[in-house]
DNA sequence: CCGCATTCCGTAAACGTTTACAGACGATGA
DNA sequence: TCATCGTCTGTAAACGTTTACGGAATGCGG
């Protein structure tokens, strides 16, 4: 099959042959570079005729330049990385990159490898979610030898871009939202406070229950993991120690499903008994019922942020390491927003035209 | 910043002129070739005290090889297409592949263009799922210059390795459990049929419905699109035509999602007065409320599947092409099985340890 | 008919590797 | 001491491009 239909395409050469002129010409006819106008009809004529196409690999070799750019997260499946694996390829496309993905699976070891890859020169850049910023990251990206682009927190002081969410800013909206709604006792359930964003979303609660003249209750938290069926048991430990919390802030939207199912078991009518919010709006939000209010952290605009400032460098940006913040956004729906809707939700982006057969 | 360390990073020369060798000995040594100790040394430590890494670009030229697949698709956040990358990745991975993502959206000209492109020889082999095989596909796979294998129907007699779904098996599979289920008028949402997945499901219905003798009754069978909105419309007329119909076969779960909207609104209980069942076995089947039955059609599978066939056509396999059929597998939840659980529902595999910050 | 500018093209080097080949060297046996 | 062998290493070519440089050809004015 295609295995034997493998000889060696054409080369420069084999125009240059049968053209009956000098390779350089060839080169020079394929890049449009001025020539005469017989001698460009006999390349191209040449060129058709074989079915040449340009090897990338030797050009790279030669122009330093391989245009493609790496992507590295934890993984793919996790919906906040995907969405912004959906913004970053298309403006790298658009700009004639290809994009070479990396998943660590939440290696670390796997990270640092990365960073390192960059040496071998197959990517004229790289996009990277860490899942938190170790002394080894640091030291690889001083060392990197191609533009890097950070998502995520990194130490004050590092030299490298780098595009940020505002969680903190974040469960404010949704606290705020909550208190206007009249719910006094929101309760909190957190993933693990040793990962980033368990510390920063856990803080971010507390302050943002002051900023609204409420006092924090060490008996509203709870603390599981970052998915559903734990999210749930936290909840159920959490409404038998306060059985008149009337409102969850939930650390995402995968410990807001959980909820769901516990406040369901349990009778309690969501949202007139207790309001629910999550976060990350993942398709999930959208898709659950009641449709559950989550705060956008942004996903596909740093993606979109950072792929842009990947471009740039790659442009010959040469100035400072730049910062962008990205903001929050709440997005009501049923969970906290009065009786569940019942029409049509809005579309949800995850399907397309086709599914695949 | 990083822009002005990029100062050309040590080659094989640079290594020579340091340990006193030649590029020859340098090379033979990094590639552990058989070398007097003393020499190792020398070059080890040069290369070391130099932070030498590997030219991937240069080594593919000569090798002939990059270590790279493409993978191309019309959109990643097609969750059918996701669970296929998410398999893909990690084969091609510990294998020393790298993965290079195309996302068509769509534009039968892009994929076209992704086929065209693999005489760049920027990837070693390319994994496709085509929206449809149109004539011009055909001809671009006869000349490919690289190994293919398509994952999707493809005409018979294409000279290509081939992995397929079996959504006939999956829609009879539905079929038979809600036949069991004690379910005589059984609709059918499905999406246009000048698709392939929407030809072989609305055929495979009819099918399935001779196979328990049922008789096909046009009046049951609504055609939409694909989506949640326009599934949900869809529904809704076949209720008013129809109002007997004890259950729904939906062609997607976006379209069953709708399916459950309408429902609701319209007072029918799921699944006491409607069964529902959906399509692809997505996250969002497990999200939904009631959870939702769903006919996986073995999305992972067929990733893991074509990413093991592309291997061996890459070690060299030279056989003729190949066929993997995968089949389907109905996921029962409680859109059908009785009373909706309360319990926690198993995990999805959507969300990792951490979220993104 | 010569000198010069202009236009076009070919030669060759370079990008950073791998590898075939042959030379240098030390050791071995006669 | 010399031929022979084996081990190790260096030279150079090759992978497929791009591009600096200089030479050939052409046209023009004097």
Same mark, same amino acid.
């Given at each position: 099959m295609?295995?034997?239909t493998?000889?060696d395409g ?6 240059a ?9 060839v080169s020079r ?6 020539t005469?106008?017989e ?6 004529a040449?060129a058709?005729?074989?079915?040449y ?14 245009h ?6 934890a993984d793919?499946g996790?919906p ?6 959906r913004?970053i390829q298309p ?5 004639g ?25 197959y ?7 860490? $899942?938190?910023?170790?002394?080894a990251?640091l030291e ?5 030898r ?18 940020r ?8 909206l949704a606290?705020?939202?909550l208190h ?5 006792r929101?309760?909190?359930i ?6 980033v964003?368990?510390?920063?979303r856990g803080?971010?609660?507390?302050e943002?229950?002051?900023g +609204?003249g409420?006092?924090y209750d060490e ?7 970052f998915?559903?069926a734990?999210g749930g048991?936290a909840v159920?430990?959490?409404l038998?120690r306060?059985?008149d ?7 995402n939207?995968l410990?807001?499903?959980?909820a769901?199912?516990?406040l369901r078991?349990a009778?309690r009518?969501v ?7 999550g976060?990350?709006?993942t398709d $999930? ?8 209010s989550s705060?956008?952290?942004?996903s596909?605009?740093?993606g979109?942020?950072?792929a842009? $400032?990947?471009l740039?460098r790659?442009?010959?940006?040469d ?6 913040? +990205?903001?929050p956004? $709440?997005?009501v ?14 579309e ?10």
């Open positions: 295609k295995g034997t493998l000889a054409p080369t420069i050469n084999t125009i042959e049968r053209a009956g002129v000098s390779i350089a010409s006819v394929l890049n449009g570079l001025p005469r106008q001698t460009v009809r006999k390349v191209m040449a058709d005729e074989l079915g196409v340009r090897n990338a690999v030797a050009r790279s070799l030669k122009s330093r330049r391989t493609q750019v790496a992507f590295a997260m793919v996790n906040a990385y995907l969405a912004m694996l913004q403006v790298l496309k658009d700009a990159y290809r994009l070479v993905l990396h998943s660590t699976d939440a290696v670390v070891a796997d990270e640092i490898d990365v960073l390192h890859s960059l040496g071998e020169r990517v004229d850049g790289l996009i990277m979610v860490p $899942l938190r910023v170790t002394e990251h690889m990206l001083d060392a990197a191609a533009p890097v682009v950070i998502i995520g927190q990194v130490p004050e002081g590092t030299r490298v871009d780098n595009v969410a505002d969680s903190r800013t974040g469960v404010k606290i705020d939202h206007a709604l009249g719910r006094r929101i309760g909190m957190n993933g693990p406070l040793d990962t964003p368990g510390a920063a803080a971010a609660y507390r943002a229950l002051g +609204v409420l006092p008996d509203l938290v709870q603390i599981g993991d998915y559903r734990e048991r159920a430990e959490l038998d306060v059985p919390v009337d409102a969850l802030m939930c650390a939207d410990i807001a499903l959980g769901l199912d516990v078991a009778g009518r949202p007139e008994d207790v309001a629910v919010v976060m990350d709006d $999930l939000a959208a898709a659950s019922w009641p449709s559950l705060v956008s952290l942004g596909a605009e740093r979109r942020a950072a842009e $400032l990947m740039e790659l442009q010959g940006g100035g400072e390491p730049r910062l962008v913040t +990205v903001a956004r $709440l997005v729906r049923a969970s906290t927003a009065g009786a569940p809707v019942a029409d049509f939700p809005a949800s982006r995850t399907d397309r035209k086709e599914s695949a057969e």
